[in-house]
């Protein structure tokens, strides 16, 4: 009984990632490179994309950009970013049970007709906020990055640390709040690097614009990328 | 197919709200009121509560508290709570599938031989961090709060009305910070109205302590109530 429940298990990953390949082919095909951005609710994932999309391109790189708005319910941020002349395509979770916290492989599969990936070399799929199980599910992405806010605390890597190892980026955004919070910043990249020696982290204030170039650099690095098979 | 796979996903909704029951019976029985605190990642449970909680009991009120710590993993969070010598129990959901991103019944119920519940009246569950999930699971409470920080934005209760929805008391916390943010208090205020006209919200700094006594009262009172069946 206990084995017949595990194999069931592995079958719903394999699932997800057999359509997360399918998910990245697409992508490929259509010369398309995916950030999959993560962050816990309120940390400015919108207003740090907000930031680095006029006009549908990054800044200064000419990247052109589309953006998949995971969201429960609603569609505030695409409405904030559309506004940029950005192409976005909003993406609800509310139809599953009582609202998905997190996006998986086949919700992204079915937003793909919607997507207009021959206008964009770079799709960013903004997903749900939560720091948990959006690090468990591939959806075909190129890579993963993550929002920190520092009004969070010092803990947060110790404490979800499956999404701080996911990333290769740990953007830690509200800068601009450190002289008025008892945070250390020490601590907190200390706690990161416990937890993905491997990570390259941004200090980043979304409001004022600091440090928001090198996001935008790094996006702009992730678009110029050679395809590598999923 | 599709129906068969519906009516399985109502028997587990089932399967929570029996165990939910079950636990709210063996609370009942042991005279304890119980609290299901939620948030996200960061939003200041464990601080608020390390405010209220001093020696065991709410301040003022002699209302002796225990606290059942919910996380993905680690303990962090249940040892600043137990120096202050309140009887913690710590949770975790990392053994389940990735580490679960809240708490259900039945991990409650597996829970309940480590509550000292012959000590206390009041045990106030620090679920996840997670604005989604945790507001679908009753786990044998008497009432549900959630904090949300000042920090994360006007627009959370639009984005996770499930959360907003479930919750009697929303904690407004960090307002320290309010001078420091361009956030509008009256449209957070006028969000949440619209989301759950019937929530009553405090203002609260759990840094600075000021508003706190009102979240203790608040706490006292739910631990005088009469037992309703669940």
């Known amino acids: 009984m206990h084995r017949t429940k595990v194999k069931v298990a592995q079958d719903v990953l394999d699932a ?5 390949r399918a998910n990245r082919a697409d992508f490929d ?3 398309v490179r995916v950030v999959n951005l993560m962050s816990a609710p309120g940390a400015g994932k919108t207003t740090l994309l907000e930031r680095v999309l ?3 391109v990054v800044r200064d790189e000419a990247v052109r950009v ?11 941020d695409a409405e904030r970013l559309s506004a940029l002349h950005v192409p976005v395509t909003q993406l609800n979770t509310a139809p599953g049970f009582g609202g998905e916290c997190h996006l998986d492989a086949n919700m992204v599969r079915a937003a793909l007709p919607e997507l207009a990936l021959d206008e964009i070399e770079l799709l960013v799929i903004e997903n749900v906020g939560n720091l948990v199980c959006p690090a468990e599910f591939r959806v075909g992405e190129d890579a993963r990055a ?8 010092e803990d947060k890597p ?3 640390p499956l999404m701080f190892r996911a990333c290769e980026l740990v953007v830690i955004n509200k800068i601009d709040l450190l002289p008025h919070l008892e945070l250390s910043l020490e601590d907190l990249l200390a706690n990161l690097d416990r937890v993905n ?11 004022t614009g600091e440090g928001v170039d090198a996001f935008a650099d790094w996006l702009a690095e992730v678009a110029r990328r050679e395809a590598v098979p999923a």
Not at 16 to 20: F, G, H, L, R, S
Not at 68 to 76: M, P, R, Y
Not at 146 to 153: F, Q, R
Not at 199 to 204: D, E, I, M
């Open 29 to 31: 095909a259509a010369g």
């Open 54 to 56: 006029a006009d549908g």
């Open 158 to 160: 110790l404490k979800y």
């Open 16 to 20: 997800n990632d057999t359509i997360a």
């Open 66 to 76: 589309g953006v998949l708005e995971g969201d429960v319910q609603g569609s505030l």
């Open 146 to 153: 993550m929002i920190a806010s520092v009004t969070e605390g």
């Open 197 to 207: 020696p491997h990570a390259r982290h941004l200090l980043v204030s979304a409001r």
